[in-house]
């Protein structure tokens, strides 16, 4: 048997109250129209001030689990950007609310990118015999930490979150996770960032009397800053070169691919990488219409959202490819199994 992290279980949670774009419309300047036709997306939906991340995260974990069944998972990675606290982790906390005991449990951050980074990780743990089962959770409150003036950033990301468990299995199975890629360009990570609140600007100076910690000129940020143009360009030409990568090294034309499945960032950064692999505009899964970019939730949002509408059947060549600060970005190719549904 040649060990490998196979898919076994699917979940999705999305906080209940929507903004639409005609909602943002009362608060910002901007248009439905604009914000349809230069990005893709009508509506998103929006946390509660007192919801936290891991409150969405348990709901999608807890989900995923049950569509997995009864086996206890003995790891949990939380792929997140905006964790409950700077520290601890957020992935111990969701650990013990789902009822999982004293099992490893962290977080990833590889922003948008995050998801991908976790299912690698979880690939690694089973891989190494560290765990059987792994609950991968992607779960992001981006609303928290956009600027309320910024239209460019209200206008795309929503809350959400999703998650997987892998179970230990066979390389030549459905479900079994790769060719996996990943990579990143930290020549890039200031096109998408949140300057202040960490070590190199913290929200205060140091109380020693010899630190020489000095505010930024600019005063501090708490504010999610993305530079759109640069950012569009790298996501587009980083998901394709990934996707060729995966493909390839599964063998697969990107004809064969059944369903393509990108980064919920932007209708047009997906419309553009599956004109240049090329992939048919059909056979890509579009979510984010309903959703926004939900960042590390992207992906497993996406992927249950097709499970669920029924545009996934076991056997199909399933290629996933993300890109997000860092920067980051990776694909991951697998051949859907037969799933249980929630
Ligand atoms: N409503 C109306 N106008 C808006 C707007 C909104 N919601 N958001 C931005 N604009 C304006 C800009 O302020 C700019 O105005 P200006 O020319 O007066 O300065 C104008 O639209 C054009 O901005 P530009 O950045 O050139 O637009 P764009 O076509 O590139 O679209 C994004 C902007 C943000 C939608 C686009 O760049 C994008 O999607 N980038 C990638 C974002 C992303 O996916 N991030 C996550 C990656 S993980």
Redesign the pocket.
Known sequence: MNRAAVLCGLGSWLPPAVVTNQDLEAELD?TDE??RS??GISRRHVAARDTATSDLAVEAGARALKSAGSDPVDAVVVATTTPDHSCPATAPSVAARLGLGTVAAFDVAA??TGFLYGLATAAGLIATHTAERVLVIGADKFSGILDPHD??TR??FGDGAGAAVLRAGDAAEAGALGPLVLASDGTGSDL?CVRSGGSREPWHTSTTPESKAVPSPLGPDPYFR?N??A??RN?VERMVESSRTAAGRAGWAVEDIDLFVA?Q??LR?MHAVADRLPVPRPRCHVHLDRVG?TAAASLPLALDDAAVSGRLAAGDRVLLTA???GLTWGACALRWPELGTV
């Open positions: 901007t604009w914000v230069r990005t922003v948008c239209r460019s206008a795309i998408i993305m759109g143009k950012v569009f996501a980064h960032a932007n950064i970019n890109f997000g600060g």
